[in-house]
T-cell receptor, first 115, second 111 residues
Framework: DAGITQSPRHKVTETGTPVTLRCHQT?????MYWYRQDPGHGLRLIHYSYGVKDTDKGEVSDGYSVSRSKTEDFLLTLESATSSQTSVYFC??????????????FGDGTRLSIL | GQNIDQPTEMTATEGAIVQINCTYQ??????LFWYQQHAGEAPTFLSYNVLDGLEEKGRFSSFLSRSKGYSYLLLKELQMKDSASYLCARAGVDSNYQLIWGAGTKLIIKP
């Protein structure tokens, strides 16, 4: 299994509070991704990173920010959580980008509930 | 749009064969991935197709027709552990090479 650790695995918080989710990898892969998964929807990309301090927005980036100060860590922050951000969040990594058609490998997910 | 469509749910019998279809937008297409996801777990990579034809990996095979915007995942000799959701994901120039995911097909295996 790819060495990807997400923390926390579960979190319950209140509307308006800041939340940070962490993704840590031991594979030294360049590309890292944050997705959310909701019933009836496919995985939706929030942000991704193509190197240290290099990030870009995905299709559902509003309300989220990311940071990558080291190859192994990719943080996702909800500045002021809203109930619509209740979801399961997955981190993924890939060795290279989709130009070379490398698959993405996923962490075990974080279940986030915002009350 | 970038719609990628697959059936919501399918049921099959242990030991049988099942085919899960996926249709997608053909413009800018650059590859089709299949993943398996057991309930409460992470998606895991199954297969990748970029050229027309069938790719076989043991009990699982994946087929692609680029002209038709169509792929299927074929599961043979079904086992109870194959009960899971199966996700197809398309890569394309139009999505800046990021994956666009289908909502997944929940496969229920009955004894």
């Amino acid at each position: 299994d790819a060495g990807i650790t997400q923390s926390p695995r579960h979190k319950v918080t209140e509307t308006g509070t800041p939340v940070t989710l962490r993704c840590h990898q031991t594979e030294n892969h360049r590309y890292m991704y944050w997705y959310r998964q909701d019933p009836g929807h496919g995985l939706r990309l929030i942000h991704y990173s193509y190197g240290v301090k290099d990030t870009d927005k995905g299709e559902v980036s509003d309300g989220y920010s990311v940071s990558r100060s080291k190859t192994e860590d990719f943080l996702l922050t909800l500045e002021s959580a809203t109930s619509s951000q209740t979801s399961v969040y997955f981190c993924a990594i890939s060795e290279s980008d989709l130009y070379s058609n490398q698959p993405q490998h996923f962490g075990d997910g974080t279940r986030l509930s915002i009350l | 749009g970038q719609n990628i469509d697959q059936p919501t749910e399918m049921t099959a019998t242990e030991g049988a064969i099942v085919q899960i279809n996926c249709t997608y937008q053909t413009s800018g297409f650059n590859g089709l991935f299949w993943y398996q996801q057991h309930a409460g777990e992470a998606p895991t990579f199954l297969s990748y197709n970029v050229l027309d034809g069938l790719e076989e990996k043991g009990r699982f095979s994946s087929f692609l027709s680029r002209s038709k915007g169509y792929s299927y995942l074929l599961l043979k000799e079904l086992q109870m552990k194959d009960s899971a959701s199966y996700l197809c994901a398309r890569a394309g120039v139009d999505s800046n090479y990021q994956l666009i995911w289908g909502a997944g097909t929940k496969l229920i295996i009955k004894p």
